[in-house]
């Protein structure tokens, strides 16, 4: 499994979204499972599946699917092709 695979599962995991779900349009309050509870989760999840630690401003910046594979790839390095 790549990373963009297993960024890609965690996500339609912890957002419980179906397996046809544009993950390019998931969002923050936007996207009706992602609410404040699923963001915790998100995160710790993501924080788990590559060994990684979010600073609390990444936490907040991790809001839609494209922000969230820039923190990843850019301040920790995990190979995303976004």
Same mark, same amino acid.
């Given at each position: 499994? &790549? $990373?963009?695979?297993?960024?890609?599962?965690?996500?339609?995991? $912890?957002?419980?979204?179906?397996?046809?779900? @544009?993950?390019? &349009?998931?969002?923050?309050?936007?996207?009706?499972?992602? @609410?404040?509870?699923?963001?915790?989760?998100?995160?710790?999840?993501? $924080?788990?599946?590559?060994?990684?630690?979010?600073?609390? @401003?990444?936490?907040?910046?991790?809001?839609?699917?494209?922000?969230?594979?820039?923190?990843?790839?850019?301040?920790?390095?995990?190979?995303?092709?976004?």
């Amino acid at each position: 499994m &790549t $990373e963009l695979e297993r960024f890609q599962d965690v996500l339609r995991t $912890e957002l419980m979204l179906p397996p046809g779900e @544009d993950l390019a &349009t998931v969002a923050y309050g936007r996207t009706e499972t992602w @609410d404040s509870v699923a963001h915790m989760q998100l995160v710790l999840a993501l $924080e788990t599946a590559f060994g990684i630690t979010l600073s609390p @401003d990444e936490v907040v910046e991790i809001s839609t699917y494209p922000a969230a594979v820039r923190v990843l790839r850019d301040h920790h390095g995990v190979a995303l092709a976004g």
